[in-house]
């Protein structure tokens, strides 16, 4: 949201990283938006699959399949990106809710009126009738799973696009970056969040962005040498390899399994050596 103090604060911050040659990315959370843009509308907050809305952890989810609501999003995106000298956009995590998946109805999403009249019509069911703890239609279960997650490639691509076409506006000086959870090392996050690696990497083929895996926590205890495997999985889905990359997660974690101990530099550095070593060989 516009602030002339802190956009000043923000300015200053770029140009300086700039003087030491570090580039500034702009992570955008959606279907996060803002604390104001939930408060100023409630009739586009997402529902989960109670009809409550989305507001899981610090994350106030909004409604991106309703076209007014996707619209002022874009608006303030456009404002946001060409107010201030960005180096890129990272378009962080843009899939549904919840690592628990359907088990836990309370966080599981998206059960908007979009979603829902669009399902509806193309299945005569409700899905919010399918996740009741009386429901036991498993087929229309698993149909809504597979909606989900073509609905959630539709989402990505649409976002792409809009960011794509921003991009050329400046020159292609913005650099464009989809992080993306990954699904081919541990599978089960395609009906937990609607992601499908697969199926959005072909969207390299008409646009220009690098697609960063980031591992989930039920990987992690495999320590540093997955990097090698999770490298060789993605070498196999897509010929642009030089757009592919890996997140590697430093920070204090709630988990008792961490994907890096913090103990040394030395560590570390042989860790990112490690990790693009594995994306290198591919």
Known sequence: EPDPERDRWLNNLIEICHQHAILVYVWIELPHVSEKFWNDHPEWREKTA?????????????????????KAIQTGLHRLISQFDWDGVNLGELYFESLEGHGNPTRFTP????????????YKID??????????????????????TELTLR????WIQFLSEIQRNKNNHLDLVLTHVDDQFDPHM???????????????????FTFLVED??????????????????YAKLT??????????????????????KQQTGVDLFQLVHLASKSFERV
């Open 190 to 208: 395609k009906d937990l969040l609607g992601a499908d690696a697969k199926a959005v990497l072909p969207l390299l083929e008409k646009y220009r």
């Open 155 to 158: 989402m990505q691509q649409e």
């Open 50 to 70: 109670v009809l409550s809305d989305a507001h899981l952890d610090w994350r106030k989810l909004m409604n991106l399949q309703n076209p007014d609501c996707a």
């Open 111 to 122: 059960f908007n009126d979009n979603v829902r009249t669009e399902f509806q019509s193309r």
């Open 216 to 233: 989930p926590a039920t990987v992690w205890h495999l320590g540093p040498q997955r990097y090698p495997e999770i490298a060789a999985r």
């Open 127 to 148: 899905p919010a009738e399918l996740f009741t703890v009386h429901s036991k239609n498993k087929e229309a279960q698993r149909a809504f799973l597979n909606f989900r």
């Open 239 to 260: 010929r642009h390899q030089q757009h592919l990359a890996v997140d590697i997660n430093i920070v204090e974690r709630y988990q008792n399994v961490y994907p890096t």
